[in-house]
C-alpha cells in the first residue's frame, strides 16, 4: 500500500457522506459512473493503479494490490477511521465478493458475501436457482472434453458451452453438434479475464436457449429489486457471443411484464440480496424468459448511461445509493430511446487512424468514443475479444429514427487500418 493522494472538495461538498469505491476501470466506459456518484458522495478510490484522470471526481485515492484482501482491508479502515463512510461501492466483476465481505467488516449495508459468490459461480447460481424453483436451462457442469460430448449428449444440440465464472462473454461458445465440442471446451476452459478464478470444474454445457436477448439493470434496497434499464442486446460473430450493441427504450412494454419481473425478484430472493445493484441476462424464448446470468454489478457496456439518456434517472447514482442502504425515486423524468453501437475490426490488423464523419450522422446522434490509438493492433474472436475501435450512442424520441440513424455505425466512424496476416 502506498500513501493516498489527496483532493480538497469543494466547500459544498464538504458535508457529503464518503463512498469507497474500489476499482475504477477503463476510462472510456467507466468515467460517466464517477462523474456522476461524485455529486452525491465524496469518493475515495481504492485501485491497483496510481489514480489519474480519476482524482476529478474523487476526494482521495490509495494505491493498493485490489488482489490482496488484506491489503484493500487495511487501506479501506485506514480511510473509515479518519471520514465518514457510508458504504462500499464496486462495478468491478473481480471485487464484488470481497467489497460485500468488506461492507460486512465495517458493518455498512450490502448482500452476504455468499450471495455475490453464488453469482459469480455460474454453476452455483444454476444449482441455488434450481432449488428454489425458478425455471432454468438444462446445465451440466464438466472437467473435460469427453464429459463435455457427454454432457450435450444428454441435451441436445445446438449447446452452450462457457466458462464458469468468466464476464464479457469470453469463453462463451455455441457448439452446433458432436464435432464442435472439443474446440468449444478449449475456447471455455482457457479464457482469462481480468484474473477471474477457475475451478477444477471449469466448464458448463448449458441448453442453447432461442429467442432475443435481454439485460435488466436493477437496484435492491432491503431486498425490494426495481429494474432500472432494460436493454435489448445484439450480438455477432457466431459461433462467439459478442456483444455488437444495446437498445433501450424507456417505454420498453417488458417493464410491465409480469413473468420477467416475477422471475427477477425471485432469482434475487433466492440468492438473498439485500442492498446492491445487479445486471442480469435472460432470453425471451418461446417458454418464457430464462436466466442466462446474474451479475452483481452495475451493466458494463455504457447500459446505466443509456438507462440515464431514455429516462433522465441515473442507475448509476442509484446504484451508489443502494451501497448506501439508501432508496432511491426512479420514476422517471421523461421517456425516450437510446442505443449503441461497438465497431469491430474486419479481422487482424494494425489501426492507421479512425475517422469520425460527422456530416453522414442522423438526427439522434448523441457521441461516438474512439477506443484505439494509432499502432494498436485489433483481432476477432477466438483470437481476440472486446477488440472495439470505437461507439456510436444514438438517443431520440422515436426509437425508429434512433435505429435507423445506427443502421450503418462504420460509415460514421470509419477504421483505416493495416491488414495482419491471421
Not at 96 to 103: G, K, T, Y
Amino acid at each position: 500500500m502506498t500513501e493516498p493522494a489527496v483532493q480538497t472538495p469543494e466547500p459544498d461538498a464538504q458535508d457529503m457522506p464518503v463512498l469507497l469505491l474500489v476499482g475504477s476501470g477503463y476510462r472510456p466506459y467507466r468515467e460517466y459512473i464517477l462523474a456522476a456518484v461524485s455529486r452525491h458522495y465524496r469518493l475515495w478510490l481504492l485501485d491497483s493503479a496510481e489514480a489519474t484522470w480519476q482524482l476529478a471526481y474523487c476526494v482521495g485515492a490509495t494505491r493498493v494490490d485490489t488482489r490482496d484482501a488484506d491489503a484493500v482491508r487495511e487501506a479501506a479502515l485506514s480511510v473509515a477511521g479518519t471520514h465518514p463512510v457510508v458504504g462500499v461501492f464496486t462495478y468491478d466483476e473481480t471485487q464484488v465478493v470481497f467489497c460485500a465481505r468488506l461492507a460486512q467488516d465495517l458493518g455498512l449495508p450490502g448482500s452476504p458475501p455468499e450471495t455475490l459468490a453464488n453469482c459469480r459461480d455460474k454453476s452455483a447460481t444454476r444449482a441455488v436457482l434450481t432449488a428454489a424453483g425458478v425455471p432454468q436451462p438444462a446445465s451440466f457442469t464438466v472437467t473435460t472434453a469427453e464429459e463435455a460430448l457427454e454432457a450435450a449428449g444428454k441435451i441436445g444440440y445446438p449447446v452452450i458451452v462457457k466458462a464458469r465464472a468468466m464476464a464479457a462473454s469470453f469463453g462463451v461458445v455455441r457448439a452446433d453438434g458432436p464435432a464442435d465440442i472439443a474446440a468449444a471446451f478449449a475456447a471455455a476452459d482457457g479464457a482469462d479475464f481480468m484474473n477471474l478464478p477457475r475451478y477444477p470444474a471449469n466448464v458448463l454445457v448449458e441448453e442453447f436457449l432461442t429467442g432475443p436477448e435481454i439485460s435488466v439493470d436493477a437496484v435492491i434496497h432491503d431486498g425490494e429489486v426495481t429494474p432500472t434499464v432494460i436493454a435489448r442486446k445484439r450480438l455477432g460473430l457466431e459461433p462467439y457471443f459478442e456483444e455488437t450493441g444495446h437498445d433501450v427504450d424507456a417505454g420498453d412494454p417488458l417493464f410491465q411484464d409480469e413473468e420477467l419481473l416475477g422471475q427477477l425478484r425471485d432469482i434475487h430472493r433466492a440468492l438473498g440480496f439485500v442492498h446492491g445493484a445487479t445486471h442480469s441476462e435472460f432470453k425471451l424464448t418461446p417458454a418464457g424468459p430464462r436466466l442466462v446470468e446474474v451479475n452483481a454489478r452495475l451493466g458494463g457496456d455504457l447500459i446505466p448511461y443509456l438507462g440515464t439518456l431514455a429516462t433522465g434517472v441515473d442507475p448509476t447514482v442509484a446504484a451508489a445509493h443502494a451501497a448506501a442502504g439508501r432508496r432511491t425515486d426512479l420514476t422517471p423524468k421523461h421517456r425516450k430511446a437510446a442505443a449503441v453501437r461497438f465497431l469491430l475490426p474486419e479481422g487482424h490488423c494494425r489501426t492507421v487512424e479512425v475517422v469520425v464523419h460527422d456530416d453522414r450522422f442522423g438526427p439522434t446522434i448523441h457521441e461516438t468514443g474512439i477506443t484505439v490509438e494509432p499502432g494498436d493492433e485489433l483481432d476477432l474472436p477466438p483470437a481476440a475479444f472486446l477488440t472495439r475501435y470505437a461507439h456510436v450512442i444514438a438517443v431520440g424520441d422515436e426509437a425508429g429514427q434512433v435505429l435507423e440513424d445506427l443502421r450503418e455505425p462504420e460509415r460514421l466512424v470509419e477504421l483505416r487500418a493495416e491488414a495482419l496476416p491471421d
